[in-house]
């Protein structure tokens, strides 16, 4: 394997025994034993279930790696095979380098050590000596910031506390792969910013990173390259933005949509910023008319670093046609403590006639942190003559030679 080269996923694949009965598990090799003892053929107690099946990719050094998919297409059993925490049933993973992972909550802890001793523990089992733990102890009980409960058992912790912790070791043992499945979910709105934060140092540093998010925006925005996993094979690989619209085109055809509900706000409590009120200047124009959105927010933290405005379009079968918000556009807007309108104007809308939206929201840290996101938040009709088909009027002209 390549130098260059950290993770490396050769013809791979996972096969679990689905028994009907819990029984047959221990009795099922044992009446087989006999069985072939006695020249009889044996017989299946089991049903078999292909969580993964002929995987083949290679990760390089420094690579930010997201991994999208369904629920139950084969994204955990992966990261745990990666891990080593799981043996394939066919195929071979080559790893090189130190892996930290941050996978199903509370995993690696021993829930009645107190979070002092899982510290040692956990880094231990990483590779880290006594001298090099007792050498970053201090920045990991900094970096978790529960105070005294680090002296508890961390059976009584609660999922935040536990994801705290838990990242806090993995990303403070400097690895060289990094792997995150979606527990920071867990962890409330602010610890999420600093866990990015330090993710984007580590992955500065060269560290490769994977990362399981549900959120394939999030992906395109933290990743260079994706991978999305569908019934236990390999859909799709490359760059992050490509894997990604994929996978979003996918989901948009396969889920119904229920959108008779106007306003779906997924909002974080206790959040750092959020949306007042949206406005349109209109909600009847014509192609290549102008269409103002006015968006009112308030920033409830004294400053939020990285704060930025959105919107993204979608037509009404909500099928995303384009986003934009305030980051791509280097646009700073005002971050301190207060209630703040930003207008976002299309001089001349290029769309052909049809039923459209707005979802709005407000994010931080590159977009990568949504601290208030309104689905449908504006809905506007666009009429024309029919001068084309699809959903954009593109600029063009004709051109013919004249004939001899």
């Not at 934009?324 to 280097?330: A, E, M, V």
């Not at 003559?385 to 001899?404: A, K, L, M, R």
Request: with cysteine; glycine share 8%.
């Amino acid at each position: 394997m390549s130098s260059n080269v950290t993770v490396e996923v050769t013809n791979v694949s996972k096969c679990y025994f689905i028994y009907d009965n819990p029984k047959y598990r221990l009795i099922g090799p044992l009446v087989n034993k006999l069985r072939r003892a006695t020249g009889l053929q044996e017989k299946k107690y089991y049903k078999e279930h292909w969580a993964l099946k002929d995987l083949n990719f290679v990760i390089e050094r420094g690579d930010s790696v997201g991994i999208v998919g369904k629920n139950g297409a084969g994204k955990s059993t992966l990261l745990q095979m990666l891990t080593g925490t799981l043996s394939p049933t066919s195929g071979s993973i080559n790893v090189n380098g130190r892996i930290a992972a941050l996978l199903e909550l509370g995993a690696g802890f021993n829930p009645e050590f107190t979070g002092q001793e899982n510290i040692y523990m956990n880094a231990s089992i990483l590779g880290l000596s006594k001298d090099e733990i007792d050498s970053r102890y201090d920045d990991i009980v900094k970096f978790a910031d529960i105070g005294d409960f680090i002296s508890q058992p961390v059976k009584t912790y609660s999922s935040g506390m536990y994801v705290r912790l838990a990242f806090a070791v993995a990303a403070n043992i400097q690895p060289d792969i990094l792997i995150v499945d979606e527990a920071l979910a867990v962890g409330d709105i602010r610890f999420q910013l600093k866990c990015l934060k330090h993710m984007n140092a580590l992955k500065e540093n060269g560290t490769t990173i994977l990362f399981v998010s549900h959120s394939p925006e999030q992906v395109k925005r933290f990743c260079n390259k994706a991978l999305w996993i569908d019934g236990g094979r390999i859909r799709a690989s490359g760059s992050a933005n490509d894997v990604c619209d994929q996978y979003n085109d996918f989901m948009y055809q396969i889920q119904h949509v229920d959108n008779s509900n106007n306003e779906n706000r997924q909002q974080n409590q206790g959040t750092p910023a959020r949306i007042v009120s949206t406005k349109l200047n209109t909600n009847y124009l014509k192609t290549g008319e102008s269409l103002s959105l006015t968006i009112e927010y308030q920033v409830n933290d004294e400053e939020v670093e990285g704060l930025m405005v959105g919107a993204a379009l979608y037509s009404s079968e909500r099928k995303y046609l384009y986003g934009i918000n305030t980051g791509l556009d280097n646009f700073v807007i005002s971050n301190k403590k207060g209630i703040y309108t930003v207008e976002y104007k299309i001089p001349v809308l290029p769309l052909l006639p049809g039923s459209f939206s707005f979802d709005i929201g407000v994010m931080g840290d590159r977009s990568l942190i949504g601290f208030d996101y309104i689905t449908d938040a504006e809905k506007f009709t666009v009429y024309n003559d029919y001068e084309g088909e699809g959903v954009f009027c593109i600029e063009h002209e004709w051109f013919q030679s004249p004939t001899d």
